[in-house]
């Protein structure tokens, strides 16, 4: 392979031994603790990484997309939840091959209103399908808000013989806001109101919450069947600072960018806008970091710009290669096609991102 040296920028680069810790220590906490893993794959949308998860002892895996879950069939999956609230009749077909080719597949139903639009919707596919209800655990996206809706959608479902209730889920993502001195707490009442209202409904279902923030801590309790984590694989910097459970050192996906101008002190410009580490950034308004401790943030992109700011700014020398930890990894994972692997910092194999833009 080319020398990372060699390698034309931007360039995401993938730690194959990171990566590899990453996928080893979540799967070790969730084996000590008896509960499944099943990742959510939004984060790599690569068919490599989903074989690693599942060869680790991953029970099955978790998307967002039918689009996602049928680019992961080649990992040999064979347990999938689409984790998203489908509706479209014209996608009964595409379900019915998923069940087909699975031995479990099962989607989301996420409110009263939409089990309608899912009941209409399994009509036309043939075969019944297992559902897990969402539980809305303070995003105040989708998911039941209450015992009574969630009572509501299982009475629903029960008067629909295509449907099964297996179980509940909940996307703590308002986790990432939390402070670590609360985080256990914050995790333990959620584990409670799951259950509490699994209970009430029925006390053989499962419950699956478990983001990259609080995976680990609810499956060390114990008291759920499974975590869904997603960003745990690579990490970034919502994990290592804004919420703190990841250390810098493990984070096992960066950016390598090349800087290509200084166009006045304190300022110097990267060939890598928000088409390579998208728009989302830090609480503080950042989309990178460089990884090597040095004090040079990407504080705004442009397109194809990145604006480097920070006290070793100055220091740069055109030409210059960096590499920069992203603010939020899945959406730089799904803007590019391929992924460089790299050992000891060369570079071994490139993979391709398989379900990159399958937002449908
Ligand atoms: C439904 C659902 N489950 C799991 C995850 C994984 O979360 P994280 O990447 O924080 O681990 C997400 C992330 O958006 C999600 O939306």
Excluded at 29 to 34: E, I, P, W
Excluded at 84 to 98: E, F, K, M, N
Excluded at 177 to 184: A, D, H, T
Aim: hydrophobic share 45%.
């Amino acid at each position: 392979m080319t020398a990372l040296a060699a390698i034309a920028t931007p360039a995401v680069l993938v730690d194959r031994v990171k990566l590899a810790a990453n996928i080893r220590d979540m799967q070790a906490v969730c084996d000590q603790h008896g509960v499944e893993l099943r990742p959510h794959i939004k984060t790599h949308k690569m068919v490599a990484v989903a074989r690693q998860q599942l060869a680790a002892g991953a029970r099955g895996l978790t998307c967002a997309k039918l689009g996602e879950a049928e680019a992961m069939l080649p990992s040999g999956v064979r347990n999938l939840f689409v984790a998203h609230s489908l509706v479209d009749p014209g996608q009964a077909p595409r379900i019915a091959a998923l069940a087909d080719q699975l031995d479990d597949f099962r989607v989301a139903v996420t409110s009263e209103a939409h089990a309608e639009a899912l009941i209409s919707l399994a009509a036309h596919i043939g075969r019944k399908l297992g559902v897990m209800i969402a539980v809305d655990s303070g995003l105040g996206r989708e998911g039941a808000r209450d015992m009574s809706a969630a009572s509501g959608i299982a009475t629903l479902l029960a008067r629909c013989s295509h449907l099964e209730l297996r179980g509940f889920y909940t996307h703590e993502g308002h986790f990432y806001g939390v402070s670590r001195k609360q985080l256990p707490s914050r995790a333990a009442e959620l584990v409670d109101r799951l259950c509490a209202l699994r209970d009430a409904i029925d006390p053989a279902l499962a419950v699956w919450p478990g983001c990259s923030v609080s995976a680990r801590m609810i499956a060390s309790a114990g008291r759920v069947q499974a975590v869904r984590p997603g960003a745990y694989v690579f990490g970034d910097l919502s994990l290592t600072r804004a919420a703190g459970v990841i250390t810098a050192e493990a984070v096992a996906l960066h950016v390598l960018a090349t800087v290509v101008d200084k166009p006045e002190p304190g300022l110097a410009l990267i060939d890598a806008g928000s088409k390579v580490f998208s728009s989302d950034r830090t609480p503080d308004g950042l989309s990178a970091l460089a990884a090597d401790g040095r004090d040079i943030a990407v504080a705004r992109v442009n397109e194809e710009h990145g604006y480097l700011r920070g006290s070793a700014v100055d220091a740069l020398r055109i030409g210059e290669r960096i590499v920069f930890t992203p603010a939020h990894v899945c959406t730089v994972v799904n803007l590019t096609d391929t992924v460089i692997v790299i050992e000891s910092g060369q570079p071994v194999d490139t993979w391709r991102v398989e379900a990159r833009g399958r937002t449908q």
